[in-house]
């Protein structure tokens, strides 16, 4: 006999059990069809649960090896989510799956059945599929974040031990498998955007993508296991993190965390400032500035898929090339043409823009009667002069938004309004996040410093864990 420790909550220690000898381990990390596979030692298998109800849930057991008086290695599978029927009584959650393993690495159906507690609520396991292991999350554990030390440079962000987060009624709780980093990342970490106060201790990032571990009451479309990207108000650069369960959309096939984490921050912000708020309408013109950043990027390849002229400015010949290849009708220099000169008579529907400054008066100088000039940043000076006869005569609309700020409910709305509009065109392949670089979340000051020096095209992301 030998001792084992459940795990649910922390190891706690359990009874004894006796198994048979097993058969010589089978090699091989695959899946095999039907309802068994090999597993390596510490791996993390997924079961699908049938309830009484019918429905279907998978969970998370870990394989662990352990060996008996005669040393004859066996393999005993724990649950370590929580049971699909809570009304069933919270102990069953932790209750034991076993099965010696000479019968194979996971119960089939019909076999190696669950313990007491799963089959008074009256559930099956109807299937398995392995994964490689993670660590069950525990509240009680602290996580590693990085957070502002102070409003400054990059060197401010410290990466350190914080207390794990528990989700409240309509959250989740999504382990963090990568983070986009944002120039309100930086703005905040400067204590320079709008609303943000003492900023100190503050874990900034506003987009991630992860694997929900934990629901709180009233999220019901999601359950441990699900793949997620998300939009935050804060809390990204970190292992774990809360968040709205209505702010969380599926990550799209085919998309690596990486590439579902540059997503929301920016998908949120084009949909809003240049669908919604901008109108811009199939066969009318955007010009969008700073085009190889993560919003033009973005805004290029919504407004190019969706039937619309695109025109961009970036600050180098590289940057114009890969603005053309995503989509863009016109892609100017800023540093060697003036890009009202370049579009004048072309005529513009939609401005995108994120510099203000001396922009603002060209910008309304090219716009087409009805046009729209949109705001999301002024990073050249909010300040600016115009004509208000001439936008009544022409009858344009100066506009603008900052999405951080904005309501829990605003922003589920709009969560909606992106996955019924946008999800479908990144399903088909018709908008990509273009990764420039990747860092370590420890590394969260070099990958600021990249992004205020400009030289990036696309998105910069923290890969968590590694």
């Known amino acids: 006999m030998d001792r084992f420790h459940r795990l649910h909550a922390g190891r706690q220690r359990g009874p004894r059990y006796v198994e048979q000898p097993a058969a010589p381990r089978r090699?091989?990390?695959?899946?095999?069809?039907?309802?068994?596979?090999?597993?390596?030692?510490?791996d993390e298998i997924e079961y699908r649960f049938?309830?009484?109800?019918?429905?279907?849930?998978?969970?998370?057991g870990q394989a662990r090896p352990w060996r008996d008086a005669q040393g004859a290695p066996h393999h005993l599978v724990w649950h370590v989510h929580r049971h699909p029927r809570p009304e069933a009584?919270?102990?069953?959650?932790?209750?034991l799956l076993r099965r010696p393993r000479s019968q194979g690495d996971v119960p089939q159906p019909g076999a190696g059945a669950p313990s007491a507690g799963f089959a008074a609520a009256g559930c099956q396991v109807t299937a398995a599929r392995r994964r490689p292991y993670r660590a069950p999350y525990s509240s009680a554990l602290p996580m590693k974040a990085i957070t502002?030390?102070?409003?400054?440079g990059p060197d401010v962000l410290q990466l350190g031990d914080a207390p794990t987060p528990r989700p409240a009624a309509g959250q989740v709780l999504v382990r963090v498998q990568a983070a986009g980093v944002n120039r309100p990342d930086v703005l905040l970490r400067q204590g320079k955007y709008a609303?943000?106060?003492?900023?100190?201790?503050?874990v900034p990032g506003l987009e991630i993508a992860g694997v929900v571990v934990a629901c709180g009451p009233g999220a019901p479309r999601w359950q441990p296991g699900d793949a997620v990207c998300a939009l935050l108000a804060s809390g990204g650069y970190a292992e774990y993190a809360v968040v709205d369960a209505r702010h969380c959309l599926p990550v799209p096939a085919g998309l690596s965390p990486v590439e579902a984490a540059a997503l929301p921050e920016t998908v949120f912000t084009v949909w809003h400032n240049v669908f919604?708020?901008?109108?811009?309408?199939?066969?009318?013109?955007l010009l969008v500035h700073g085009g190889s950043s993560g919003i033009g990027t973005t805004a290029i390849q919504l407004a190019h898929a969706l039937g619309s002229r695109v025109a961009t400015t970036a600050g180098s010949a590289a940057k114009c090339a890969a603005c053309r290849e995503l989509g863009a009708d016109w892609a100017i220099n800023y540093k060697t043409e003036d890009f009202e000169e370049v579009l004048k008579g072309a005529g513009v529907d939609v401005v995108l823009d994120m510099v203000g400054g001396d922009y603002i008066a060209k910008?309304?100088?090219?716009?087409?009667d009805d046009g729209r000039l949109v705001f999301i940043n002024a990073m050249q000076g909010a300040a600016g002069a115009f004509n208000a006869l001439e936008l009544m005569q022409r009858r344009l609309t100066i506009t603008g938004s900052t999405l951080r700020p904005r309501s829990a409910d605003f922003k589920a709305v709009l969560a909606t309004a992106v996955e019924q509009h946008v999800w479908p065109l990144v399903a088909a392949g018709k908008l990509r996040p273009l990764i420039h670089q990747t860092f370590p979340l420890a590394e969260a000051a070099a990958?600021?410093?990249?992004?205020?020096?400009?030289?990036?095209?696309g998105k910069i992301v923290l890969e968590v864990g590694k």
């Open 195 to 202: 609303g943000s106060g003492d900023v100190a201790g503050t």
């Open 50 to 60: 049938r309830a009484a109800d019918g429905s279907y849930r998978w969970f998370l």
């Open 447 to 457: 990958a600021h410093r990249l992004l205020e020096s400009s030289a990036h095209i």
């Open 148 to 152: 502002i030390r102070q409003a400054g």
């Open 89 to 95: 009584g919270s102990r069953a959650t932790a209750k």
């Open 276 to 285: 919604q708020r901008g109108a811009l309408q199939p066969g009318e013109t």
């Open 363 to 368: 910008n309304l100088r090219l716009l087409n």
């Open 27 to 42: 090699p091989g990390p695959g899946v095999r069809r039907g309802h068994s596979l090999a597993t390596g030692d510490d």
